[in-house]
């Protein structure tokens, strides 16, 4: 039964990480109505820029939190140009040529990223613990065996997530982002003003990805294949609703505890490699059944 628990904490905590970055698509989808498909790569851009800001800063009082506050910086910057350069010239055009403006956007930083930070694999030294913590061993014999960095990781992503469904459903800021994504147009005629909220709500999805990159960065290094982690987002957002940020947290328990439970339980009996296709035939059959996902809003259209 130890075991068990093991596994199952275990994929609940990586589902956690998947929700993080499943949380930036759902902030641009629910103010834009548009799929971010820059949002791997803007992970991986913050966590570059915070991972070689803190190698230039060795030295002085404190490297990581200058690094930090720069990247947070960096990062507030590159939605002001986002919204500038790509988004505005777009308002009010078809989703799919915003589709299609974020999917430029993902290889220009992909790109970009690599040429100003380099591409190897850094390591990231955030201070997450690195050894695990026993639980239960009054219950279990052992005890269940926990990663501490992966509890620290779910404590943020849990603080995160509660921090934006009150920003979501509590401020004026927040409504009037949900506006903005029901009808453009609408909103821009009672007076908000889209420029302004696109501004915020791309800078809420690059610190999103800035804390997306930092846990997985300290987990994996910060490499190019850290922007591939977004695709384990996509399974997240069908099972869970592109418009949901508790979705998002749903989705990503289902699919972290599902993926472990099935490589360790079921991988034997197939051979192994469950892990890696668990989420997206899962999704697939999700979508058959309920395409708008968990807590997706049920749009009908009227002839």
């Known amino acids: 039964m130890s075991f068990f628990l093991e596994v199952l904490i275990g994929g609940l905590m990586a ?3 998947y929700s993080l970055v499943a949380l930036g698509f759902v902030l641009i989808f629910k103010a834009s109505g548009v799929f971010n498909f820059a949002q791997g790569a803007m992970v991986l851009f ?3 820029t915070l991972v070689r800001l803190m190698e230039i800063l060795k030295g002085t009082f404190s490297p990581f939190l200058l690094a930090l506050a720069i990247t947070i910086a960096v990062m507030i910057g590159l939605a002001l140009v986002i919204e500038r350069l790509v988004l505005r010239p777009l308002v009010n055009q078809a989703g799919i040529s915003l589709f299609m403006a974020t999917i430029g956007i ?9 040429s100003v930070w380099g591409s190897d694999i850094y390591k990231l030294d955030i201070g997450m613990p690195k050894r695990s913590l026993t639980l239960f061993e009054s219950v279990f014999e052992g005890g269940v065996l926990v990663p501490g960095g992966d509890l620290v990781a779910t404590l943020i992503a849990g ?4 921090g934006l469904a009150i920003f979501f459903q509590k401020t004026r800021i927040g409504r009037a982002l949900r506006a903005v994504a ?6 821009q005629s009672v007076g908000i003003p889209l420029n302004y909220i696109w501004i915020i709500v791309w800078t809420a999805a690059g610190l999103v990805a800035l804390v997306a990159g930092m846990v997985w960065g300290s987990k994996l290094g910060v490499q190019f294949s850290l922007a591939l982690v977004a695709l384990k987002a996509l399974p997240v957002l069908i099972l869970g609703g592109f418009e949901s940020i508790l ?21 034997p009996l ?18 058959l059944v309920r395409p708008e996902g968990l807590f997706g809003e049920k749009h009908i259209d009227r002839v």
């Open 159 to 162: 603080l995160l997530v509660a």
């Open 182 to 187: 029901d009808d453009h147009q609408a909103a």
């Open 15 to 17: 589902g956690v990480l």
């Open 270 to 287: 197939v051979g192994g490699g469950i892990e890696n296709w668990f989420a997206y035939v899962l999704a697939l059959l999700f979508l």
């Open 46 to 48: 913050a966590a570059l």
């Open 106 to 114: 993902s290889y220009f930083l992909d790109g970009f990223g690599q």
């Open 247 to 267: 979705g998002a947290i749903v989705g990503g328990l289902i699919i972290g505890a599902g993926e472990k439970l099935s490589e360790v339980y079921l991988g």
